[in-house]
């Protein structure tokens, strides 16, 4: 992973200290945060943040979760989004929390206790809490052991609040809570399946088993290509298997457990790492180097199925309202994944873990006559699909394999009438390795 890592909190007025102890309240409030990425900020003016303040309330988000790496003009970002929040003209119920990249950041308690304090004390309402303290994240530190206790302490007697401690640490799960400065556990990767299996909740099991508030983490792909030479040197060149209905699994998996076992926060991961191409926002601001697989691949999809799971997840909303017409989400890989590439990185790590799938979520309203039939026709390359029996009244979910060529969809009422449609991106073949998604959103009213 690299400096371009988020986290996030919450703006109840509820819990205590021993929030922990309560985690099967059921009067507990439920989040819904989103990974942001300071280090993509560098051009940011405050029109861009006010722009994604109000894109992140439109999809439903509660707060975005800072992700702080070394540099200065990341720190002065960080300040100018506390402050635009916090300010008397604003109109935004979102909230903020700081997540410090410590695979960038000094190991040193004094200087972070320092950047910690300078951010916050800008716009301390734009801070999220939970229960009245401070929530504060990291990515990783866990070599910092003890000194964690030394920034708690420091933060807390330089803003006079205490301060939740809400760590992502790289360690196993036993490890992790076994911290009595740990108030609070996120599993980050647990957006993903780790080998070449769907995703579950398996590796959650034990912080979902825990007093201690949990964090889960969902993310709708995985696949970073930065080679080792050049300006962005990163080595970073692998995917983690995305094709087949991560993103809308993952939710469903964490909406059928009880609340009283349920996550406190559900972290999306994430709203603008663009070098990860797990981002469901638009492009804005800088890009690390990742323009070449992020040109023309529309992510607008994962973010209306992020809104439409935040709401099901945290407000209860209905599967599918009686009032609703037809949505359709459609979103795969633009290139089939045993293609011949032309590229200077090579083929990027468990790419044999891609299946070559065209994804489906989509929601059809109730019968308005017993005798109606939906069904999903396919058109990919020279073929067209057979029809497809889709479900009235629910969110139907499904996968079709593809080959490369046009890709073009239609659902069909009683087989004749056209009651949505739409056209995707060509899948192609050749150029440089691109294991990103392209996504798609098409409605028609009732």
């Not at 992510?299 to 037809?326: K, L, N, Q």
């Amino acid at each position: 992973m690299h400096a371009l890592k988020t986290q996030w909190y919450n703006h109840s007025e509820q819990s205590e200290k021993n929030v922990g102890s309560s985690k099967g309240d059921d009067s507990r409030p439920r989040l819904v945060v989103a990974h942001f990425m300071l280090g993509n900020t560098y051009p940011f003016t405050e029109e861009d943040w006010s722009a994604t303040f109000d894109l992140a309330e439109d999809t439903s988000v509660d707060a975005l979760v800072l992700n702080l790496g070394p540099e200065d003009w990341q720190s002065s970002q960080a300040q100018t989004a506390y402050r635009l929040l916090a300010s008397t003209a604003s109109k935004h119920k979102l909230k903020l929390f700081l997540s410090l990249d410590m695979n960038v950041l000094p190991s040193d308690p004094l200087l972070l206790v320092d950047k910690i304090v300078s951010i916050i004390t800008v716009g301390e309402q734009s801070q999220l809490r939970w229960g009245a303290e401070i929530v504060l994240g990291t990515f990783g530190g866990h070599a910092l052991e003890d000194g964690w206790k030394e920034v708690i302490r420091g933060v807390e007697e330089r803003l006079g609040e205490e301060v939740f401690f809400w760590p992502s640490f790289f360690l196993p799960p036993h490890e992790i809570l076994a911290k009595d400065y740990v108030d609070g556990a996120f599993y980050w990767n647990g957006a993903w399946p780790m080998g070449n299996q769907t995703t579950s909740l398996k590796e959650d099991q034990a912080f979902l088993d825990s007093d201690k508030p949990y964090m889960a983490a969902v993310s709708p792909l995985f696949f970073t290509h930065y080679g080792t030479e050049g300006r962005w040197a990163w080595n970073k060149n692998w995917i983690y298997r995305s094709d087949d209905l991560l993103l809308p699994t993952r939710f469903l998996n964490l909406l059928a457990l009880p609340r009283p076992q349920s996550p406190s926060i559900i972290q999306i991961i994430s709203w603008n790492d663009f070098g990860e191409c797990h981002s469901i926002a638009p492009v804005r601001g800088a890009q690390p180097g990742s323009e070449a697989w992020n040109e023309g691949m529309n992510h607008e999809g994962f973010r209306w199925m992020a809104r439409y799971f935040a709401e099901r997840w945290r407000d209860s909303r209905p599967e599918v309202g009686t009032d609703e017409g037809v949505t359709t989400v459609m979103w795969y890989r633009t290139q089939p994944k045993d293609m011949i590439g032309e590229d200077s990185v090579a083929r990027p790590n468990n790419a044999d873990w891609a299946q070559d799938l065209i994804n489906f979520f989509i929601l059809l309203p109730p019968l308005a006559h017993q005798k109606d039939k939906f069904t999903l026709h396919v058109s990919n390359g020279p073929e067209s699909r057979k029809s497809i029996r889709l479900d009235p009244g629910r969110l139907n979910l499904l996968t079709v394999p593809f080959v490369a060529g046009k890709v073009s969809f239609a659902v069909k009422r009683n087989e004749a009438e056209v009651v949505l449609s739409g056209e995707g991106k060509e899948i192609t073949e050749g150029g440089g390795w691109n294991y990103n998604m392209w996504s798609g959103v098409f409605t028609a009213k009732r």
